[in-house]
């Protein structure tokens, strides 16, 4: 069967565009990259552009149109497929990555409207690109299953979560430090409340959670933010030296690096101290990462992870930064069963789906 050749779109460009595009060229397709932001593994590609400019990109695209079977967009935002609309009738696949509608529920929403207060639930930029889009890829049933129905979408649409390649898998022991780990987003309570472009994001909060673990002892190590304006917000939940409990604020570690970073862990983090929509349907590339670094998962109100999670016996359901505390050694059991089952996890295994997709378009 011959090639194909991939033209992608992103903003940042997050690893799970890298995480599809390295197995995609692995077996022999071609993939350019065109993204507003350098990401990891840019040197991989067959080629990229980093475009600074809206017309930078649709100049590219103009120069690619010919040369690409498919496009492949990838959101946050979603107008990339208006752009390639207007230059070419080539198939255009759109990965939703994150959407609006999974943030609130219609009921948080009109609760927001009457109290006269900021709240973004239904996007026009997602509705008329989900729309627009000949084919989409979600990273987990319950998240496509909401978007599907709310926008009435009718396109061909696969399920592909947020795999890892296999060389990304981690085999190598650093230092053990142990306690509970969360890689990934984190904001600001005020800023959640108060700005209306950041409607929905409660779930990446964890000041609540901070203060469960310096209450109860757990060292909880962040991975990703460490601003002054974030330091100061959480430095009440610090962790002071000698003494068991509370937040280690770490800065983003670059992709190579993490799994081995993340080993140093006895548990990593999906889920929060309380219920959000997004948690309910997420399968994010945390839980994934996790796994591929040999530390057993907890999940916390997080449903669709939960699922997977003892679906899988690579991690376990609590309720609680308490019921944690009580059932910390299971770490050890879990990883027993997360190092037998982690490579029915490797992108390489499902990348095929992708690639018939992208056929079944052309």
Not at 61 to 69: C, F, N, Q, R, V
Not at 110 to 133: C, G, I, T, W, Y
Not at 145 to 162: A, G, R
Not at 196 to 216: P, V
């Amino acid at each position: 069967m011959s090639s194909l050749k991939i033209c992608k779109l992103a903003a940042h460009a997050c690893i799970r565009v890298q995480k599809m595009a390295l197995p995609l060229m692995m077996r022999g397709n071609k993939v350019f990259l065109l993204a507003q932001r350098r990401p990891s593994y840019a040197d991989a590609y067959d080629g990229f552009s980093e475009c600074f400019s809206l017309e930078q990109m649709r100049n590219m695209l103009i120069e690619l149109k010919d040369w690409a079977d498919v496009f492949h967009c990838h959101n946050e935002p979603s107008w990339f497929v208006m752009m390639v609309k207007e230059v070419t009738d080539k198939p255009v696949v759109l990965d939703v990555h994150d959407s609006y509608l999974a943030r609130s529920t219609p009921e948080e929403w009109e609760k927001a409207m009457q109290e006269d207060r900021p709240h973004l639930r239904v996007s026009v930029e997602e509705r008329n690109n989900f729309q627009l889009a000949d084919a989409l890829v979600f990273p987990s049933q319950p998240f496509a299953d909401l978007i599907i129905k709310e926008f009435d979408l009718q396109q061909p649409h696969l399920i592909l979560p947020s795999y890892l390649p296999q060389n990304f898998y981690n085999y190598h022991a650093k230092e053990w430090i142990g306690g509970l780990t969360y890689e990934g987003r984190l904001d600001l309570r005020k800023k959640i409340e108060n700005e209306k472009h950041s409607t929905g994001f409660q779930y990446t909060d964890y000041e609540d959670l901070a203060n469960h673990c310096k209450q109860l002892g757990i060292d909880f190590h962040f991975y990703g933010r460490n601003d002054d304006e974030f330091k100061k917000a959480y430095e009440p939940y610090v962790k002071q030296q000698g003494v068991p409990g509370g937040i280690i604020i770490n800065g983003a570690i670059p992709y190579p690096k993490l799994m081995s970073t993340l080993a140093m862990h006895d548990w990593g983090l999906v889920g929060n101290t309380f219920d959000t929509p997004e948690w309910a349907v997420a399968l994010p590339n945390k839980l994934f990462e996790y796994i591929a670094a040999a530390v057993p998962v907890v999940a916390m109100n997080a449903q669709h992870c939960e699922e997977f999670c003892l679906e899988h016996g690579v991690g376990i359901k609590v309720d609680s930064v308490q019921e944690l505390t009580e059932r910390w050694p299971e770490h050890e059991k879990v990883r027993k069963q997360l190092v037998k089952v982690r490579r029915e996890f490797v992108m390489e295994n499902h990348i095929e789906k992708l690639e018939a997709l992208y056929r079944s378009l052309l």
